[in-house]
Nanobody, 114 residues
Framework: QVQLVESGGGLVQAGGSLRLSCAAS????????MSWYRQAPGKQRELVAT???????TYADSVKGRFTVSRDNARSTVYLQMNSLKPEDTAVYYC????????WGQGTQVTVSS
């Protein structure tokens, strides 16, 4: 069974940093691209970052230069390093994999105070 479990969210002051983790199980992790999405209250879900099986990365313009996505295939884990956080980054962050059906973690809350 495919399972994705996010961790690392919390409350941080503007300008601070957080590192999110997503541990995957039930898949041959190295074969799949992994993505991070976020959803703020009252807003649509937004693609934040993607890392392919070959470690090509893509970022939303709003986070480019501040966030870094990486993966550790030996640990079946994808990370999102978030630096220079802004209040507008406040959202629930979700890990995603397409097999091609979509699988989602439960999300981890990131709150950035001004």
């Amino acid at each position: 069974q495919v399972q994705l479990v996010e961790s690392g969210g919390g409350l941080v002051q503007a300008g601070g940093s957080l590192r999110l983790s997503c541990a995957a199980s039930g898949i041959i992790f190295r074969l799949y691209a992994m993505s991070w999405y976020r959803q703020a209250p009252g807003k649509q879900r937004e693609l934040v970052a993607t890392i392919t099986r070959s470690e090509t990365t893509t970022y939303a313009d709003s986070v480019k230069g501040r966030f870094t996505v990486s993966r550790d295939n030996a640990r079946s884990t994808v990370y999102l390093q978030m630096n220079s956080l802004k209040p507008e980054d406040t959202a629930v962050y979700y890990c995603n994999v397409q097999l091609p059906s979509d699988y989602w973690g439960q999300g981890t809350q990131v709150t950035v105070s001004s």
